[in-house]
């Protein structure tokens, strides 16, 4: 006959011995007005924290209603403290004039720090692919430490595909996805912000990221002078003339000289100056058909004045 397993579950000692109401206090006393001079950034925090109107409207509502979720804070051996989550509440509450910031005290080592410090990131609507980059290589680091060494009977080296087979499980991208977005670790940060900006692909960045720092600076180069940015074709090229030895800057200056259709009298719009200049109530799908009014309308207007100048 299978053994019924038990209901009955054995009480903490903070169970037998403190009432929910204790419990309730203690977790409450963890939060606590923290001077803004003694709370440092976390360690190449791979978020953006932009001064745009975001940051403004969190402005406004802390000088009206406070910081109402605490920022997270541990505590560090000098004595300081260490942000996990809440740059921008922190930057908000500079910028509003305040000294301190309303934080939850946490126990955490550097690892688990790291690893929370990504997940509460990860809440935000919007990241861009350099953040996605920095995070998971940063978390998959710290989940690697964690998973430690194999034993002596398991031979796999458990840090590197158990933790990238939970990061890929955690987060839903594949382990060949989060592998792409580490690559891209190592491009040049001009390369990495045209990604950011969309004016190059995830694939052909990702060839890009095994070239090495001179010849991604001659790529840049390139990119200025010609206007366009290398197809995944071209990426590919330029990847294995480097991998025999063979990428000078004459060869990439041939590569990327060849005029692609796709490219042909385009039009280069920053993402950022282009979106602060429409109202957040228009969503990012209806971008294109709202600059294509507004031009429609100033062309109008310029029409208009033509007209009236030349009577």
Same mark, same amino acid.
């Given at each position: 006959?299978? @053994?019924?397993?038990? +209901?009955?579950?054995?009480?903490?000692?903070?169970? #037998?011995?403190?009432?929910?109401?204790?419990?309730?206090?203690?977790?409450?006393?963890?939060?606590?007005?923290?001077?803004?001079?003694?709370?440092?950034?976390?360690?190449?925090?791979?978020?953006?924290?932009?001064?745009? @109107?975001?940051?403004?409207?969190?402005?406004?509502?802390?000088?009206?209603?406070?910081?109402?979720?605490?920022?997270?804070?541990?505590?560090?051996?000098?004595?300081?403290?260490? #942000?996990?989550?809440?740059?921008?509440?922190?930057?908000?509450?500079?910028?509003?004039?305040?000294?301190?910031? !309303?934080?939850?005290?946490? +126990?955490?080592?550097?690892?688990?720090?790291?690893?929370?410090?990504? @997940?509460?990131?990860?809440?935000?609507?919007?990241?861009?692919?350099?953040?996605?980059?920095?995070?998971?290589?940063? !978390?998959?680091?710290?989940?690697?430490?964690?998973?430690?060494?194999?034993?002596?009977?398991?031979?796999?080296? /458990?840090?590197?595909?158990?933790?990238?087979?939970?990061?890929?499980?955690?987060?839903?991208?594949?382990?060949?996805?989060?592998?792409?977005?580490?690559?891209?670790?190592?491009?040049?940060?001009?390369?990495?912000?045209?990604?950011?900006?969309?004016?190059?692909?995830? !694939?052909?960045? /990702?060839?890009?990221?095994?070239?090495?720092?001179?010849?991604?600076?001659?790529?840049?180069?390139?990119?200025?002078?010609?206007?366009?940015?290398?197809?995944?074709?071209?990426?590919?090229?330029?990847?294995?003339?480097?991998?025999?030895?063979?990428?000078?800057?004459? /060869?990439?200056?041939?590569?990327?000289?060849?005029?692609?259709?796709?490219?042909?009298?385009?039009? /280069?719009?920053?993402?950022?100056?282009?979106?602060?200049?429409?109202?957040?109530?228009?969503?990012?799908?209806?971008?294109?058909?709202?600059?294509?009014?507004?031009?429609?309308?100033?062309?109008?207007?310029? !029409?208009?004045?033509?007209?009236?100048?030349?009577?």
């Amino acid at each position: 006959m299978a @053994e019924r397993k038990s +209901d009955f579950h054995l009480k903490t000692f903070d169970d #037998l011995f403190t009432t929910q109401i204790q419990r309730d206090d203690e977790k409450l006393s963890k939060i606590k007005e923290i001077p803004l001079s003694e709370i440092d950034d976390f360690p190449d925090h791979p978020f953006k924290v932009k001064d745009d @109107e975001d940051m403004l409207e969190l402005i406004e509502s802390i000088k009206e209603r406070g910081v109402i979720t605490p920022a997270t804070v541990r505590q560090k051996e000098d004595g300081r403290y260490e #942000l996990i989550s809440g740059h921008r509440r922190k930057r908000a509450s500079e910028l509003a004039g305040f000294n301190s910031l !309303r934080c939850e005290v946490v +126990d955490l080592n550097k690892d688990e720090a790291t690893i929370l410090m990504v @997940e509460s990131n990860f809440q935000r609507s919007q990241i861009l692919p350099s953040e996605k980059a920095f995070a998971y290589k940063m !978390r998959l680091e710290a989940m690697k430490r964690k998973a430690g060494r194999p034993s002596k009977e398991n031979l796999v080296p /458990v840090g590197q595909n158990y933790s990238r087979n939970e990061l890929s499980n955690q987060i839903g991208e594949s382990q060949t996805q989060i592998q792409r977005y580490i690559r891209l670790t190592n491009l040049v940060p001009e390369l990495l912000e045209f990604v950011d900006e969309g004016r190059i692909k995830m !694939r052909p960045a /990702v060839e890009l990221s095994y070239l090495d720092e001179d010849c991604q600076r001659d790529i840049v180069d390139e990119i200025d002078m010609n206007e366009a940015t290398p197809s995944h074709d071209q990426a590919i090229r330029m990847r294995r003339f480097f991998e025999d030895g063979k990428l000078t800057t004459e /060869v990439i200056q041939a590569i990327m000289s060849e005029e692609k259709p796709n490219q042909k009298e385009r039009i /280069v719009l920053r993402g950022d100056r282009v979106r602060s200049l429409i109202p957040k109530s228009i969503p990012l799908s209806q971008t294109e058909d709202y600059v294509c009014k507004a031009l429609e309308y100033y062309a109008k207007h310029i !029409r208009s004045r033509n007209e009236r100048d030349s009577r």
